[in-house]
């Protein structure tokens, strides 16, 4: 079977197992502060919501604008790994700011040093990984990336009931520590990682043509994915009164997406990126119109692999979309899309200003947003192939 044997050659390659333990351990720092950050700020700190969205925003804002920034310097730098070990040593000083803070200036300037530089750590490790796997694996690099990004999310997924059990022994600050050492273990990694230079080939790999149309429409798609991670845990504690379900939601979701990345990255080689894309976005629709319908717990769990699968494709195939947009600057294709997803949290944050409440019908507004996208890579697509169709028509009565 060719999803086994190209397995069995991802581990095999050289160096896999390292990227692999980093990208797990990265997963596990971000997962066990996540749903305890504003937490922290509101109980640990005495912080009010408005000081909070400012904190969350800030630091949002700087980690976009260092993202982009070192996106576009990076593909001008031979070794990129000192990049992701000097943003894991920034990280850490924040974090211990951060830990330590008792006022709005001080606990802005922890979070500013411990998040600004994170979309950096992404955006280039997964740079380094694809030269890496370019290099070693051409033939199954982009499997090879998406198993990579896989193993993000279950470390992810790892991070989250660790972060819930380091919670229950040492309160705020077992899972401030928890996440500190995520990046410890995550800098010690990138200490052993043997980086592999981009190849004079890589060039010569088939790309694809930039559309800044598609870049909008997985803008949106990354917009409503937002608006779900913020506002479900919040819906179904105002249900069912059980935030613990919550955790059992994103287990179910960390299982489903290691199987369906590996899918739908097949699936994308064999019929294309925007095909795959497109019917994981359709996936999403239904779930987000099965959310406002106020529907009982077992429907959540039910619709749950179907969103897994539309997760699966935007955080898998629509990363080596995007970067094969720019296959010539890998670093600044891979700062781009983190960039998207930062750009979509960061609206996220805002719009519980403009939305009262947390009922099920908030989730029309990610429905909507997946409509849009859905109508504009449709007509992209349709558009595309009119234009083949005219350039072939042309190409024969020429010849």
Sequence with gaps: MTVITDFKLFLKINGAWILLIGMFFYGIGTGILAPMNAVYMRDG????????????????????????????????????????????????????????????????????????????????????????????????????????????????????????????????????????????????????YKEYEAQSYISNIKGEPFSLGMLFALLLLACADALRGLYLPLVVVQLFKAPQIMSYLWSVQA?????????????????????????????????YLLYSLQPPIWVFFLVQPLYSFFVSVLYGVAMGYVQRMFHTRIGFGSS???????????????????IPGYQPRIFIIPGILVCGSIILMVGLVFIHRVRAKKDSHSVGITG
């Design 45 to 192: 700190i005495g912080l009010s919501k408005i000081e909070i969205v400012s904190i969350f925003s800030i630091s949002l804002l700087l980690n976009m604008v260092t993202t982009m920034v070192v996106g576009i310097i990076s593909d001008k730098i031979k070794r990129k790994k000192r990049l992701p070990i000097f943003a894991c040593i920034v990280c850490m000083a924040g974090l211990l700011i951060y830990m330590n803070a008792s006022t709005y200036v001080v606990t802005l300037i922890g979070m500013v040093f411990a998040v600004a530089p994170s979309g950096l750590i992404m955006g280039q490790f997964f740079t380094m990984a694809r030269n890496h796997f370019m290099t070693l694996a051409p033939d199954i690099y982009e499997m090879a990336q998406i198993w990579l990004r896989a193993t993000l999310s279950v470390g992810f997924f790892t991070g989250l009931l660790v972060g819930a059990n380091l919670y229950i022994i040492g309160d705020f600050k077992s899972v401030l520590w928890g996440n500190f050492l995520g990046y410890a273990a995550l800098f010690v990694v990138l200490i052993i």
């Design 255 to 287: 299982v489903f997406e290691l199987l369906f990345m590996t899918v739908a990255g097949y699936w994308a080689n064999k019929f294309g990126s925007k095909p795959v894309i497109i019917i994981g976005s359709i996936s999403a629709l239904i779930t």
């Design 336 to 354: 781009l899309y983190v960039f998207l997803s930062q750009t979509a949290s960061l609206i996220g944050y805002f719009l519980p200003f403009f």
